[in-house]
C-alpha cells in the first residue's frame, strides 16, 4: 500500500501488545493552492462520504471471534488519494478524512474550525454489512464511549434514531473514507466521480447549515 502511495518506508514504532502493531509518520510537501482543510466548509454545501462507517466494530468482533471480515480489510487498504485528487480537480477545498474520532468527531472539527454547523440524515450515511446487529451484540470499541464524551455535548440526536447510531457515529475507522463538503451544483457529477475512482458507497449525507458549531444527526 505504501509503495502504491508513492511513499518511502522509512522506520516508524513498535508497540508492546498481543497482536502485531507498528505506526507510521507521514511527512511531504502540499501544494497551499490544492489543498483540503477541515476549516473551510460554508453553509448551504451538501456533504459528501465516500467510506462506509463500522470498522471499528468490526475489528472488536474481529479480536473476539477472530471472524474475518474481507469488506474491512478492503476498506481499509483502500487508498483515500484518488477520491481526494477527485475532490481537488472539482474545486473543493474543505475535506477532513473520519479516522479515529468517528463521523461526529470529525464532523464537528469542521464546524469548530469553519464556525458552521451540520446536519446529518442518518438514513444516508454508508454502513457495512451487520455492523448494526454487532452493536446490538455489544461489540463496540470502547474508543466509542471516549469519543462520544469528547464531542457529545455538541451533537444533537434525534429521538428517531435507532439505539445503534450513538456508538457508530462515534465508532474509530482505521483508514476512513473522506468527508467532504461539495458545491450543490455539483454534487451528483462527484459523487459519481467518487464512485468511478472505486469507492462505490459514497454518497451526500448532509449539509452544512449556517449558526453555531454543532452538529445535529436526523
Known amino acids: 500500500v505504501a509503495a502504491a502511495a508513492g511513499c518511502h ?3 516508524g514504532h513498535s508497540v508492546d501488545d498481543p ?21 473551510r466548509a460554508v453553509a448551504g454545501r451538501p456533504i459528501s462520504l465516500t467510506k462506509p462507517l463500522g470498522v471499528g466494530v468490526l475489528n472488536a468482533r474481529h479480536k473476539a471471534t477472530g471472524e474475518v471480515f474481507e469488506q474491512a480489510g478492503a476498506r481499509m487498504t483502500a487508498l483515500n488519494r484518488d477520491a481526494a485528487v477527485a475532490a481537488v480537480e472539482a474545486g473543493h477545498t474543505a475535506a477532513t478524512d473520519v479516522t479515529g474520532f468517528g463521523l461526529a468527531g470529525h464532523l464537528l472539527e469542521i464546524c469548530r474550525g469553519s464556525h458552521v454547523r451540520a ?13 448494526e446487529k454487532l452493536v446490538v451484540e455489544g461489540f463496540v470499541t ?33 483508514s476512513g473514507g473522506l468527508l467532504v463538503a461539495v458545491a450543490p451544483a455539483s454534487a451528483d457529477a462527484v459523487i459519481d466521480l467518487f464512485r468511478r475512482e472505486g469507492f462505490a458507497d459514497a454518497r451526500v449525507i448532509g449539509r452544512i447549515d449556517a449558526g453555531s458549531a454543532q452538529v445535529d444527526v436526523r
Not at 446536519?119 to 455492523?131: G, I, K, N, Y
Open 119 to 131: 446536519t446529518v440524515d442518518w438514513s444516508q450515511v454508508p454502513l457495512h454489512p451487520d455492523v
Open 9 to 11: 518506508l522509512a522506520g
Open 142 to 174: 470502547g474508543a466509542s464511549a471516549r469519543n462520544w464524551n469528547g464531542c457529545g455535548g455538541d451533537v444533537a440526536l434525534s429521538a428517531s434514531l435507532p439505539a445503534t447510531a450513538k456508538a457508530l457515529l462515534t465508532d474509530p475507522q482505521t
Open 19 to 39: 497482536e502485531p502493531k507498528y505506526g507510521m509518520a507521514v511527512t511531504g510537501l502540499v501544494d497551499p493552492a490544492k489543498m483540503l482543510r477541515n476549516d
